[in-house]
C-alpha cells in the first residue's frame, strides 16, 4: 500500500537554543509560525491531490522541536491533526522534537492526539561535540526520551548528522553504535551544510570551521547506512531534502553556504554501496574479469547504474569491467545475483581458456 506524509513545518521561531548549525527559518523554508488555519490549509491541499484513496497517510509536524514550542500551539496543532483522523481520513501523526523536551507529562499529551512516532534530533552521541554545537542537551538526555517514548509504546525514531564541528567518523559511527543500542525503528543521517545567517557559517568564513566535502560524507554515510540496515533499522533519509533554501548554493535562492550538498545524496552513497559490493565481488576472484552481469530488483537499478552512470564509467575506468545490469522483480530490493560472464584470456594458455565462471552468489 502506498504511504503519504503530509509535511507540516512548524518553525521554532522563539527558539532559545542556539544551535551552531541552525537557521530554523531556512532549515523549514517557513518563516510564520504555523497556525491551526494554515495546518488545515496544508492538510486539505494534500489531501485533495492524493489519487489513490485506500493510502496510508501520516501528518508530519516536522521542524525538530514541537514539543518545545508554546503548549496552547502544540496542543492546537494535535487537535487539528487528531481530527482527520478520527475522520478516518489520515491514519497516523509525526512529530520530531528535542530529547531534553520528553518527559511524562508531554508523552500523555501526545498520546492523547493519536501522535505514533516521535523522531529526536539526537545529532551526536557525543556530549563534547554537542557543547561544541550549542546543543543544549546531553547523550544523556537521548537516552533518558528515547525509553521512555518505547515505555509508552510510540514508534522511536534518531536524527544523526555527520561532520559537525570537530566530529569525525569515528565519532559518526559511534554515534550509530549507541543509537543502536537505543533501538530506534528508523533514522535519519543529515550531513552538516553551513547554512546563511548560523554561527557555523561565521566559523567556515573565519576558517575555524571546515565542512566536509562531498566524497568524505558519502564515505561515512555508506558505513552508518550499512550498521543501521544490519539491524534492520529503517533509513527514512539521508542528506536534506532539496527545496528553495536548500539548494545548490550557487543557486540564487540557496540558503546553504558551503558542505557536501547534492540534490541527489541519498543516490549518491546508494550507489557508492553497490559500487563497493561488485569491486569486492571481482577481488575475490583469481581471474581478470572483463564483463559482469548483475540482476537486481527494478528498484534498485538506478542505484546500479550510478548517478550519471558513474558505477558503469568507474568500473570500465578503474578495472576495465563492462557492468551489463538486468531486472528481475522476484529478486529482493538491496539483493542481487552477479554472475561473471567474461574474463580476460590473453595471457592463459589453451586449457585455461575453456574455463567458464559463473558466480551466482547473492550480495
Ligand atoms: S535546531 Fe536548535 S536552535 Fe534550531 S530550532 Fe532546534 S533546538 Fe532551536
Given amino acids: ?31 510564520q509560525k504555523m497556525t491551526k488555519e494554515e495546518a488545515k490549509k496544508t492538510i486539505e491541499n494534500f489531501l485533495n491531490n492524493i489519487k489513490d484513496k485506500d493510502s496510508k497517510k501520516e501528518i508530519a509536524f516536522f521542524g525538530g522541536s514541537f514539543t518545545a514550542i508554546e503548549e496552547s500551539e502544540q496542543e492546537e496543532l494535535l487537535q487539528t491533526a487528531n481530527e ?31 501522535v505514533k512516532t516521535i523522531e529526536l534530533g539526537v ?9 561544541r554545537s550549542n546543543r ?26 555527520v561532520g559537525l564541528p ?20 528508523m533514522v535519519r543521517i543529515y550531513p552538516v551544510l553551513v547554512v546563511k545567517g548560523t554561527k557555523l557559517e561565521k566559523e567556515y568564513k573565519e576558517g575555524i570551521y571546515e565542512p566536509l566535502t562531498l566524497v568524505q560524507a558519502i564515505e561515512t554515510c555508506k558505513q552508518l547506512v550499512r550498521m543501521f540496515s544490519d539491524k534492520k533499522i529503517e533509513i527514512i533519509r539521508v542528506g536534506l531534502q532539496n527545496t528553495d533554501e536548500i539548494s545548490n548554493p550557487k543557486n540564487k535562492q540557496s540558503e546553504v553556504v558551503a558542505g557536501p550538498f547534492h540534490p541527489a545524496f541519498r543516490q549518491l552513497v546508494e550507489s557508492s554501496m553497490w559500487y563497493d559490493a561488485v569491486v569486492s565481488k571481482i577481488k575475490k576472484l583469481n581471474v581478470k574479469v572483463q564483463e559482469v552481469e548483475i540482476t537486481v530488483n527494478p528498484i534498485d537499478v538506478n542505484n546500479v547504474i550510478g548517478h550519471k552512470r558513474e558505477n558503469i ?22 539483493k542481487s545475483k552477479i554472475e561473471i560472464t567474461k574474463i580476460y584470456t590473453d595471457f592463459l594458455d589453451e586449457n585455461e581458456k575453456e574455463v567458464k565462471i559463473k558466480d551466482k552468489q547473492k550480495i
Fill in 1 to 31: 500500500m502506498k504511504e503519504y506524509i503530509i509535511p507540516v513545518f512548524v518553525p521554532h521561531l522563539g527558539c532559545p537554543n542556539d544551535c551552531i548549525f541552525c537557521n530554523q527559518k531556512s532549515i523549514s523554508g517557513q518563516k
Fill in 166 to 185: 570537530e566530529s569525525n567518523s569515528i565519532d559518526e559511527i559511534n554515534t550509530a553504535k549507541a543509537l543502536i543500542k537505543l533501538k530506534p525503528k
Fill in 84 to 114: 482527520y483522523i478520527q475522520s478516518g481520513q489520515v491514519d497516523s501523526i509525526r512529530i520530531s522534537t528535542r530529547p531534553d523536551y520528553i518527559n511524562k507529562e508531554i508523552l500523555k499529551r501526545l498520546k492523547k492526539y493519536n
Fill in 123 to 131: 545529532q551526536s552521541a557525543n556530549d563534547y561535540i554537542l557543547g
Fill in 313 to 334: 564509467t568507474k568500473l570500465k575506468d578503474t578495472y576495465e569491467v563492462d557492468l551489463i545490469i538486468k531486472q528481475d522483480e522476484k529478486i529482493k530490493q538491496g
Fill in 136 to 161: 543544549g542537551h546531553t547523550f544523556k538526555d537521548v537516552q533518558k526520551a528515547s525509553k521512555l517514548i518505547r515505555w509508552y509504546g510510540f514508534n522511536l525514531g534518531h536524527q544523526m548528522m
